[in-house]
């Protein structure tokens, strides 16, 4: 019951929650009734999980808003716009009261149908209950004990069951009666609102009403006003009537007039012809000439590009060669610097900077050498100007030209001192010097004398001028801007001259010394500015057209551009200023950089004239300046165009064109236009042309071309040769082109006229007037203009003579109509003719025709161009341009003139070009499409609509479906898409449909294939996957081909060949390279029926080349009996900058693209080649069937996010290196995340190998927002082996993958000393040096240190054992032998320590440096790895003696150790060796002869003697020795192989003794004897030989 109980309820608020997007969009329709609908909300998202609870809110909450907008009604019923609100909210509730009772009547039948199923059910446990009684008895009476036990369980349940039906049943009941109840009160709620309803309906009806008569009094209006447009339109035809009549009337009078004019013009015409022919005819000529001067013009330049080119060559092989010369040079350079042990780049640097200098002072003296000459010959051209100009000078008085000559004077002295000093400059140091005001004035001065002298100088003098002052050297000596007009004053006394100098002067040197002691150079952070350190805004100061006696006021702002603090004062403005300018400036002390200051100018004019100069401030860095400008009021005049056009006009016509006369000055003036009196008013063509009327023409021509419409135009004409234009010659007067009615008048100021010129042809023929406008303005020159025009006389003339068809089609007709006037006073037979070329293509019709007098004709034009146009038309068409140009002839009947006009079209074509024109597929599986790219090419220049139609069901054309539009010549390429259904041939036509309905044909083939295998997803479709992260995705491959059968269901086939046989078909996936994706196993077997599960794991790397899949890139390879497909790509790549993976910019360019990655989308495509058959042990894979056809294609989709977090350290990299690290060594390294997201990470780590050398020394659990923390992982290698693991970063939604590795390598190395390292003999106090070498034979970097025994620490313990001779009777020396007596070490090494590469090898250097003479130095060397193992262990030995020779050999009988031997004092020494001769060391020889040997063979042993190479006894002569009492030792046997001898420096002399027993013997005692062996070198020394000789017994051979 609780479960049914529930249902129901679900069902009710189900039910409820349907009203519930109505009420919202009922809220929706009104913003103004915003409380209204507030209520209504609240009452429609009322509801509890009973349906009678929440119905009967909504019923009572719907009534009491009815009521409440009912009273609203009826309070507000005055204004219209709360009624209108208050209706619809009543017409809404209404709605919602009526929703409401047709949901209770569901909800009652609902319950009913409940209730109905529930007794039904009651019933039927009741019949239920009834049998299972009956089988009760039916089982007692039986005696069925288990029986009876499982009826009794079903009976309890059935009674709980149909109890549990007749509580629901109670439920529903009350239910139900409740929702009648509401049904009920909702129905009577309708009733009570019945009455509002029907009002509602009435107020509809009549709002309909209301509508209807305003739309029926709508269009009343609009009728009448249609009927007042047409009463309109009929008045305004009228109008054009009457005016068509006019105008008719007048061009009636205008035909009479040139048909007089005519008469009058026939006498003129045959001449007026003959001089066109030729001007044509010279016309021609020239452009010919024209051409061939381009001609030679562009063979001249390319020859001149030829020369240059090999020059150009010539001077880089010259260029490489010292290029090459120069690395030659400086490689010998560092060689003999590397010889002589100095710093390499050191002096290089110092090289090149020595011959930058010297290079610089070369370009700076040849600088000067220029600028000397350069000034002294603007000098001397100056000098020669001047003099010319006082020779020729006439209009000047005498008392100007003294003064004059003094300033010339005192100018040219200035300039020769101003050159001494700045060729006195040294490079570099050559600053701006400015000129002092007095020294401007003198300068402005001198040139308004020049100025005035050129005024009155001859056109020679001023080409002089301008040559020589186009370019001046220094501002203000010869200053462009000056004031002509301006005259130094005649009373200028000598002495105010020099006072000004020497007052100039001193103001100079003050200056200097202001700015010497003043300005120093900033420099601030090791940069010193450059440039100006004030900037003005604006940058000059200027008083534009001002008016004398006003006063004018502007303001400048002052801003520091310097690095560091600066001040500025004003110094003053220039000295012709002082009277006109006043400044306003308050010093603002000390300005931050960037901080402004305000400066204000004051300009008082007193003469109208203009002024120019400067304001000069003073910095803490220098001086600077604002240039300042006053220009007075002046007329600019100018016109728009300088010649006027009429074109070619009939006799009789009246044109009218204007011109604009623009002053753009702040002055007008008076002007006056003119015919021209040095020319005709009117030339006519008859008339001859003069040379200087032909260059003006050819001007004219020239000012049309190249400056049409310019708005400005200045006459080049000298004053004199316009006031000759302006007496004309009336008898040369004509009337054809004259003047409108403005010809003279007032131009004001930024203002313009507009000039009428009226053309009146008269006679046939051209015609020329040229026209002058004069100003009242004595500073305005005149302007001049022509105006040309043709007049001719024809009776039938084509108002429209060209006649342009514009862009036509082959093979389409093109009509126009032809209107042709006649101006003849009787009718007149036109006959029309096309030339013969074009009669196919082109016709008029009617070929004949009469045109009345004084009316109009039209003739039919049709034009039906074919493709044969382009043969039959000739020289009429152009084929590069498709341009058409058709005379077309008017022959006038007994008229010898004919009337010619053109007819203009381009053909262009309507051709498709679909390349290519055929299409193969190749082969297909049904589970893919294949696509290849057409290009289709629009060969007309008109666009083209274009359509593939009737298109195969297998077969998709892109973009648009294959629909479009082409623009003119343009090509698109449209992909095809192919989709095999089954496995057959397919052959098929594509048909484009163009816009002229032209059909263009595409074949195409393929080939359809049904695999063997088949896959779960052709498209896998990966999840967003950080970068560096793992996704994961699974597919089967299955075999479904179980029968041969083709009857029954689609089988395994290539087109229409053999069918796949059943059976075990193995696959395998190639992945590309660059794809990160892989797929496990990617090698399989799939038995028939049978699915394989794959595996496919994406890594998250952004690759810059997807791989897609082209049917043309795919080719079939065989090699062998192997098969597969290879994809190569038909575009290569561009080839890019190469920048290594591992190198710094690589890993700093991905990690900045890791963090700003937005994400990425990549497509890939992976083949799975299919082979049929299974791989036997024996045979191997001779059974396998493989095709290359069969290959099925894998999509995959990898979208790529960016990261959570990132790894900042090592320019982001995911894998900690270790690299090689020695075997029980640790190293740390230090990894730091950061976080990139905008939100608070807890991060969570994986486990690492307990037993691995990997540990996480310090782990990060919470990164907030942009934090970098670091982690600390060590690694301890134990084995000699590569170690890798991976650390999983894990945060909520990504994961962040750390990949360690590290090898431990066990350290080995080889040293080219095995054990002892012997010195040798050595001088006392000199040393000798010995190399050996270690290489290290491991992959592993290994830091070395050296170490030896005699620097131990543990020395002073080892001295005091027991010396080895005592304890050992092996080892007779100690390890660490006799030492110096000055403390230092008798063995030095070189280097001490440092690293060893892996494969490379380490030379050390042995020093042994004894400081006196002993035999037994020694001392032990140990190579020690890291600090910890002992590599290697070399025993040093050497002996040193105080003469330079010595003996060896044999067993010494004296004591190793110096402190234990027996050393009489050196006095003692030297006494002895004077007195006695006696040996002083004796030396065992013992010889041993073996008994039972062969008795003549001797027992030998040796003596070595050798001699010492020393620079000390360099000049000493070599070591003799010599044996005494060799007569003994023969008498016992002993043999000495030299007696005596020398030994040469360097050298060592072995001397053999051997030793045969005598006969007489006695083998018991050993033979001894003595023998005494003298040295001579530098000393004499003498040894004492002791030979002991013994027989020993033989050892018998062990077994």
């Known amino acids: 019951m609780n479960t049914e109980d529930s249902k129901f309820s679900d069902k009710n608020e189900e039910d409820q929650k349907t009203l519930l997007p109505f009420l919202e969009e009922e809220e929706k329709e009104d913003q103004a009734e915003y409380q209204l609908e507030e209520e209504l909300a609240d009452s429609g998202k009322m509801g509890n999980k009973v349906t009678s609870e929440g119905a009967g809110d909504k019923s009572e909450s719907s009534i009491e808003s009815l009521e409440h907008c009912w009273s609203d009604i009826n309070n507000i019923g005055a204004t219209k716009y709360a009624d209108r609100i208050s209706v619809l909210a009543l017409c809404r509730n209404l709605k919602q009261l009526n929703n409401v009772a047709k949901e209770k009547e569901l909800v009652v039948q609902k319950i009913r149908d409940e209730l109905t199923t529930c007794q039904l059910r009651i019933k039927m446990l009741e019949k239920q209950l009834e049998y299972v009684d009956d089988e009760i008895q039916k089982e007692k009476e039986a005696d069925n004990a288990a029986a009876l036990f499982r009826l009794q369980a079903v009976h309890r349940r059935l009674c709980t069951e149909l109890e549990d039906e007749k509580d629901f049943e109670l439920k529903i009941a009350l239910t139900l009666k409740e929702n009648m109840l509401e049904m009920w009160r909702v129905e009577t709620e309708q009733g009570k609102y019945e009455v509002l309803h029907k009002q509602l309906q009435k107020d509809e009806e009549e709002l309909e009403t209301q509508y209807q008569e305003k739309a029926e009094a709508r269009i009343r209006k609009e009728k009448i006003a249609a009927l007042q447009a047409e009463e309109n339109q009929l008045s305004r035809k009228k109008k054009e009537e009457e005016a068509e009549k006019e105008y008719e009337e007048r061009h009636k009078k205008m035909l009479e007039g040139a048909k007089k004019n005519h008469e009058k013009a026939v006498c003129f015409l045959r001449k007026s012809m003959a001089r066109i022919h030729e001007e044509n005819a010279k016309e021609e000529v020239k452009t010919q000439e024209h051409m061939e001067k381009r001609i030679q013009a562009v063979l001249s330049l390319k020859n001149s590009i030829t020369s240059n080119r090999e020059k150009l060559q010539a001077l880089q092989a010259w260029n490489k060669a010292m290029a090459f010369k120069a690395k030659k040079e400086e490689l010998k350079m560092r060689e003999a610097i590397l010889a002589e042990g100095g710093n390499v780049a050191k002096e290089i640097f110092l090289h090149k900077r020595l011959l930058q200098h010297e290079r610089e002072k070369q370009a700076f003296r040849e600088r000067q050498k220029s600028r000397k000459i350069e000034i002294v010959s603007r000098i001397l051209q100056e000098k020669a100007s001047i003099r010319k100009q006082k020779n020729r000078q006439s209009c000047t008085k005498a008392s100007k030209s003294g003064g004059k000559l003094k300033d010339s004077l005192l100018w040219r002295r200035k300039t020769w001192h101003y050159i001494e000093k700045t060729c006195k400059h040294p490079a570099g140091a050559i600053s701006q010097l400015r000129c002092s005001p007095a020294e401007e004035q003198a300068d402005g001065e001198t040139t308004a004398f020049v100025g005035d002298d050129v005024l009155c100088g001859s056109a020679e003098d ?100 310097s690095y560091s603090v600066n001040f500025c004062r004003l110094v003053g403005i220039s000295e012709w200023l002082k009277d006109f300018i006043t400044i306003q400036f308050e010093p603002p002390g000390k300005m931050s950089p960037g901080i402004s200051c305000e400066v204000g100018v004051t300009f008082k004019p007193a003469i109208d004239e203009n002024l120019e100069g400067e304001v000069m401030f003073m910095a803490q860095t220098g001086s600077f300046s604002v240039p300042l400008k006053c220009t007075a009021k002046t007329c600019i005049l100018a016109l728009d165009k300088v010649l006027i056009d009429f074109g070619t006009r009939v006799v009789g016509e009246t044109i009218s064109r204007t011109i604009n006369l623009t002053n753009t000055g702040a002055l007008g003036t008076r002007f006056k236009v003119q015919a021209s009196a040095g020319d005709s008013s009117t030339c006519r063509a008859t008339a001859k042309s003069s040379p200087g009327n032909t260059a003006l023409k050819a001007q004219f021509k020239l000012s049309e071309q190249l400056t049409q419409g310019a708005l400005s135009f200045r006459s080049d004409l000298d004053t004199d040769n316009a006031r000759n234009l302006m007496e004309p010659s009336p008898e040369e007067t004509s009337q054809e082109i004259m003047l409108g009615k403005v010809t003279e008048g007032e131009i004001g100021p930024f203002s313009s006229v507009k000039l009428q010129i009226i053309f009146i042809p008269a006679i046939p023929g051209a015609v020329r007037a040229e026209f002058v406008i004069m100003f009242d303005n004595s500073d305005c020159k005149p302007l001049c203009f022509s105006a040309i025009g043709v007049s001719v006389d024809v009776p039938v003339w084509v108002p429209n003579p060209n006649i342009d068809l514009k862009i036509c089609m082959y093979d389409r007709l093109y009509q126009d109509r032809v209107v042709i006037q006649s101006r003849a006073k009787a009718t007149l037979r036109l006959k029309f003719e096309v030339c013969k070329e074009l009669s196919k293509h082109m016709e008029l019709l009617p070929k004949t025709g009469y045109i009345q007098a004084q009316s109009s004709f039209t003739v039919q034009l049709k034009f039906l161009p074919r493709h044969s146009l382009p043969q039959d038309a000739g020289s009429y068409f152009n084929e590069e341009t498709s341009v058409l140009e058709v005379p077309v002839t008017i022959l006038i009947a007994d008229k010898t003139k004919q009337v010619n006009f053109t007819v203009h079209a381009i053909v262009t074509t309507s051709e498709l070009e679909i390349s290519p024109a055929e299409i193969d597929f190749g082969y297909c599986t049904i589970y893919e499409a294949v696509q290849t790219n057409v290009t289709l090419t629009n060969k007309s220049i008109l666009p083209q609509e274009f359509g593939f139609v009737e298109l195969p069901e297998f077969v998709e054309i892109q973009p648009n479906d294959g629909f479009g539009v082409l623009l003119p010549l343009e090509s698109l390429t449209l992909d095809i898409i192919f989709k095999a259904n089954k496995a057959k041939e397919y052959s098929f036509e594509l048909t484009c449909k163009s816009e002229s309905n032209r059909r263009f044909k595409l074949s195409c083939r393929a080939v359809g294939v049904h695999p063997p295998l088949e896959l779960s997803h052709s498209l896998v479709q990966f999840a967003a996957t950080a970068l560096n992260d793992v996704s994961t995705a699974t597919l089967y491959v299955m075999n479904s081909h179980v029968s041969v059968n083709h009857f029954t269901h689609a089988v395994p086939r290539i087109g229409n060949g053999e069918v796949a046989p059943v059976g075990p078909t193995l696959f395998e996936f190639c992945v590309p390279e660059d794809c990160p994706v892989t797929v496990t196993p990617s090698v399989g077997t799939v038995l028939p029926g049978k699915k394989k599960k794959k595996d496919e794991k994406r890594e998250g790397k952004k690759l810059n080349v997807p791989i897609t899949r082209r049917q043309s890139s795919r080719q079939f390879v065989r090699d062998g009996s192997s098969k597969y497909l290879s994809s190569s790509s038909s575009s290569e790549q561009p080839e890019s900058k190469e920048i290594k993976p591992d190198s710094e910019a690589y890993m700093a360019a991905q990690a900045s693209l890791m963090r700003n990655f937005r994400g990425r989308f990549e497509k890939y495509i992976i083949p799975c080649f299919v082979a049929s058959g299974d791989i036997d042990e024996k045979r191997g894979s001779e059974n396998l069937t493989c095709s290359p056809y069969n290959t099925l294609y894998l999509e995959l989709h990898c979208p790529a996010v960016a990261p959570s977090v990132v790894v900042t350290s090592d320019n982001g990299k995911n894998i900690v290196n270790f690299g090689d690290v020695a075997v029980g060594h640790t190293i740390i390294q230090q990894v730091t995340i950061q976080n990139i997201s905008p939100e608070k990470l807890e991060l969570g780590f994986s486990v690492l190998n307990p037993s691995g050398p990997f540990l996480l020394v310090r782990p990060v659990r919470i990164l907030e927002p942009g934090d970098n923390k670091a982690l600390i992982i060590s690694f301890s290698p134990n084995e000699n082996k590569w170690f890798f693991e991976a650390l999983d970063i894990r945060t909520a939604q990504k994961n962040l993958t750390l990949s360690i590795t590290g090898r431990g390598v066990m350290p080995s190395v080889v040293c080219s000393v095995e054990e002892v390292l012997d010195m040798g003999y050595v001088l006392a106090r000199e040393k000798t040096t010995s190399t050996f070498e270690i290489q290290n034979t491991s992959t592993l970097t290994l830091q070395y240190s050296i170490q030896l025994d005699s620097l131990s620490p543990t020395r002073n313990k080892d001295q005091q054992r027991l010396p080895s001779f005592l304890t050992s009777s092996l080892q007779r020396t100690e390890i660490v032998g006799t030492q110096n007596y000055s403390g230092l070490s008798v063995f030095s090494i070189f280097p001490t320590q440092g690293e060893i590469l892996a494969g490379k090898s380490q030379d050390f250097v042995v020093t042994f440096s004894p400081d006196h003479e002993s035999l037994y130095y020694s001392d032990r060397l140990k190579v020690v790895l890291f600090g910890k193992k002992t590599a290697h262990v070399i025993q040093l030995k050497g002996a040193a003696r105080e003469h330079p020779m010595f003996v060896e050999g044999g067993i010494p009988l004296d004591v190793p150790i110096e402190s234990l031997a027996v050393t009489l004092p050196v006095s003692s020494q030297e006494a002895l060796k004077e007195e006695l001769q006696e040996p002083v060391k004796s030396i065992l020889l013992v010889l041993e002869h073996i008994e039972g040997e062969n008795s003549l063979v001797p027992a030998k042993t040796e003596l070595r003697v050798g001699a010492m190479q020393t620079a000390q006894f360099a000049s000493k002569k070599n070591v003799e020795f010599s044996f005494g009492n060799l007569s003994l030792l023969q008498k016992k046997g002993f043999t000495v192989e030299f007696v005596k001898g020398t030994v040469d420096r360097g050298q060592v002399k072995c001397i053999g003794v051997s030793w045969v027993p005598p006969a007489d013997l006695d083998t018991t005692d050993p033979v001894i004897e003595t023998a005494l062996l003298t040295l001579k070198g530098d000393v004499q020394e003498s040894y004492r030989i002791i030979c002991m000789a013994k027989v020993v017994s033989a050892c018998a051979p062990s077994n």
């Open 462 to 561: 001023e080409k002089e001028k301008d040559k020589t002052l186009v370019e001046p050297e220094f501002p203000g000596l010869w200053s462009q801007e000056c004031d002509l007009q301006k005259v130094p004053n005649e009373d200028t006394d000598t002495k105010q001259l020099a006072l000004s100098v020497m007052k100039k002067e001193i103001f100079e040197k003050k200056m200097e010394e202001f700015q010497t002691t003043v300005s120093h150079k900033q420099i601030v952070s090791g940069h010193e500015p450059r440039g100006r350190t004030f900037y003005s805004k604006p940058s000059y100061i200027h008083f534009k057209d001002f008016d004398v006696g006003k006063i004018y006021k502007k303001k400048i702002v002052l801003t520091n551009a």
